[in-house]
């Protein structure tokens, strides 16, 4: 069975690359539009990874996964944030709130399709 | 980049003009809404991320100072006022051509960013910029090594998978992989979401720490590389490798350690790193 991916961008063309980058490599990808809806999908079903933008209207990236570690079925799951920024702040921040790891904007096909495949094995 | 994805974007970006607008307008009306203040730096920040995803680099480019603009407004630096939203009004403007490779024989592009840069100086000074040194070229490993690594308590939680980790070292041509269960506790002390293993292995000569660093970019684990018994090449650290530019854990790494003697690794390990309870 292929492994499910969420990615969580208020960017639609943004979700679209990473979604055609995936599903052709054989991945399962759910969308989502911000933080709460990538919560709500996060919740409402298993994924193996998540890929999440910090930057979104409602809740940003690391409101999302602190919200989401807060709950059983958030723990474990490998969530990766992509920023325009790579401030060391912000990594620290993104790993207090339990991100795995970073991936800076903008990236290429084969680099997201590294990544994931870095994180799922 | 596929035709399909340059008019998705196309189509993102119409929709992401239309609301940058209307949030300048708005922002004339209530020049202290933070709401709209942050609205308007989502929608740079979108323009300016998807369309360096996309190969607009020039437009990616042209934002970048725009978007400046606004995180200074919205971190209190700057105040709206009426020349910063007729900058970013006439800014606005130019994004359709930049996305469309229209030339500017007029020079109106670099005159809204010396605008916008003018408008920065007048805000807050910058502080400047931290000098970085240097990484020092590390040594190549022309000899078989010992790596030792321990996962972060918090590692498991976060998604890391230490399977992923010694599939990828067994790729590096790693043998003799040994786990270290000297720290695993009684049952009933056993913190579940943990991982009390470390591991301990041989790496063939070639093997050097950069490779190391690119196996545990994505996992949160102390890590340490020596030589193999008999060699004399130093001792390198999680620290020692150079990062990715663009991709990496999302670890704070501490200070860079320098690489000890190698005699003093053979000293004895940290006391993570015990060497008594290793099994095959």
Not at chain 2, 45 to 60: E, R
Not at chain 2, 166 to 194: F, K, M, N
């Amino acid at each position: 069975m292929s492994k499910t991916v969420l990615t969580v961008d208020d960017s639609p063309s943004i979700r679209r690359m990473i979604a055609m980058t995936l599903e052709e490599a054989g991945y399962a990808v759910i969308e989502a539009v911000d933080g709460q809806d990538g919560l709500a999908k996060a919740l409402a079903q298993p994924v193996d990874a998540i890929i999440t933008d910090q930057n979104m209207p409602n809740l940003d990236g690391l409101g999302f996964i602190r919200a989401l570690r807060q709950h059983p079925a958030g723990k474990g799951v490998p969530i990766v944030v992509l920023s325009t920024d790579s401030a060391e702040d912000l990594k620290a921040q993104a790993r207090e709130a339990g991100a795995l790891g970073w991936m800076v904007k903008p990236f290429t096909q084969d680099k997201l399709l590294a990544v994931i495949k870095k994180v799922l094995g | 980049m596929t035709d399909d994805m340059a008019a998705i974007f196309r189509e993102e970006l119409r929709d992401l003009l239309e609301s940058l607008e209307r949030g300048l307008l708005d922002l004339k009306k209530r020049p202290g809404d933070m709401a709209l203040v942050n609205q308007v730096f989502r929608d740079l920040h979108t323009v300016k991320g998807s369309g360096a995803m996309f190969g607009f680099t020039d437009l990616a480019a042209f934002i970048h100072e725009f978007e400046t603009v606004f995180d200074r407004i919205r971190s209190g630096a700057l105040a709206v006022g009426a020349e910063i939203l007729r900058l970013a009004l006439a800014a606005k403007d130019e994004i359709p051509g930049l996305v469309e490779g229209e030339p500017d024989p007029d020079g109106r592009r670099a005159a809204i960013l010396a605008g916008l840069k003018a408008m920065m100086a007048g805000g807050e000074v910058e502080a400047p910029a931290a000098v970085t040194a240097p990484v020092a070229a590390l040594p190549a490993a022309d000899a078989p090594s010992r790596l030792r690594f321990r996962l972060s308590g918090a590692a498991l939680a976060m998604g890391a998978r230490p399977e992923i980790v010694l599939d990828e070292l067994r790729g590096l041509g790693a043998a003799g992989i040994v786990a270290d269960l000297s720290d695993v506790p009684p049952l009933h002390w056993l913190d579940v979401e943990g991982c009390a293993i470390g591991w301990e292995m041989d790496l063939p000569a070639g093997v050097d720490a950069a490779q190391v660093e690119e196996v545990f970019m994505f996992v949160d684990a102390d890590w340490r590389l020596e030589p193999a018994a008999g060699t004399d090449a130093p001792v390198l650290t999680e620290d020692a490798a150079p990062p990715d530019a663009d991709t990496g854990p999302v670890a704070s790494a501490p200070p860079a350690a320098a690489a000890a003697p190698a005699r003093e690794a053979r000293q004895g390990p940290r006391s993570a790193f015990r060497p008594n309870g290793w099994m095959r």
